[in-house]
């Protein structure tokens, strides 16, 4: 059964620890994304990966980091910089070419008190 | 920077009835647009995509149509079931995609 397996569903953290989201996917495909939403608004990209070992910015990486080592992973880490890190976590992917759309995992809701 | 919005934030239908979601995108350069539904505590699900070089598709249920002259979108929803109650988004892609606010949309039985 493809999809993206985003884990854990619900994390909590105390302010100042680091903390990493996992995203995985078995779509063999080439690009994956990390998005923000927050409550009642839309998504907000983070960072995007068009191929292993490349990553671009998205519009608010700032307090955030990615790594791609696999084709099949793309964790995130929301650094202690991160000032507002409660929020809801989405990683897609999609197969790379321009008209392709994303697949979406069902999310990792942090909280960070 | 560029942008894609929605015109409402909330739309409430009569079951049965037909329902259009509207979207603004400002980035001419676009050329490949998609609806999403997202369901609470989901991620969004792919529903229907268009190219900038067709100005009407369909699929089940669904209509998009675009109109590239002034950068609008809609989705179309026909016979709204309570099962479509969720909100939607819609996207531009280039080599990121660009996600507007949402409309809630909520069905009433």
């Known amino acids: 059964d493809g999809g993206i397996t985003q884990s854990p569903k619900y994390l909590f953290r105390k302010e100042g620890q680091n903390v990493t989201l996992s995203c995985e996917q078995n779509?063999?495909?080439?690009?994956m994304y990390w998005y923000r939403q927050d409550p009642g608004q839309g998504l907000r990209l983070i960072y995007y990966?068009?191929?292993?070992?490349?990553?671009q910015k998205g519009d608010i990486a700032e307090g955030y980091s990615v790594s791609r080592e696999k084709k099949e992973s793309f964790p995130l880490t929301v650094t202690s910089a991160q000032k507002n890190p409660t929020a809801f976590y989405l990683c897609?992917?999609?197969?790379?070419?321009?008209?392709?759309?994303?697949?979406f995992g069902n999310g990792t809701r942090l909280t960070v008190t | 920077g560029e942008s894609v919005g929605l015109h409402l934030p909330t739309l409430s239908v009569q079951e049965g009835d037909n329902s259009i979601i509207n979207c603004a995108y400002s980035?001419?350069?676009?050329?490949?647009f998609i609806w999403y539904k997202q369901e609470s505590g989901k991620g969004p699900q792919f529903i229907i995509d268009?190219?900038?070089?067709?100005d009407k598709r369909q699929g089940q249920r669904v209509t998009v149509l675009l109109n590239k002259t002034v950068k609008h979108l809609s989705l179309q929803i026909a016979a709204t079931q309570p099962g479509d109650s969720a909100v939607y988004f819609c996207?531009?892609?280039?080599?990121?995609?660009?996600f507007g606010a949402g409309t809630r949309l909520t069905v009433k039985p």
């Open positions: 268009i190219r900038s070089n067709m």
């Open positions: 990966s068009q191929i292993v070992n490349d990553f």
């Open positions: 897609a992917s999609s197969a790379g070419v321009r008209s392709s759309p994303l697949h």
């Open positions: 779509l063999n495909h080439d690009a």
């Open positions: 996207a531009e892609k280039d080599n990121d995609m660009r």
């Open positions: 980035n001419s350069a676009s050329d490949y």
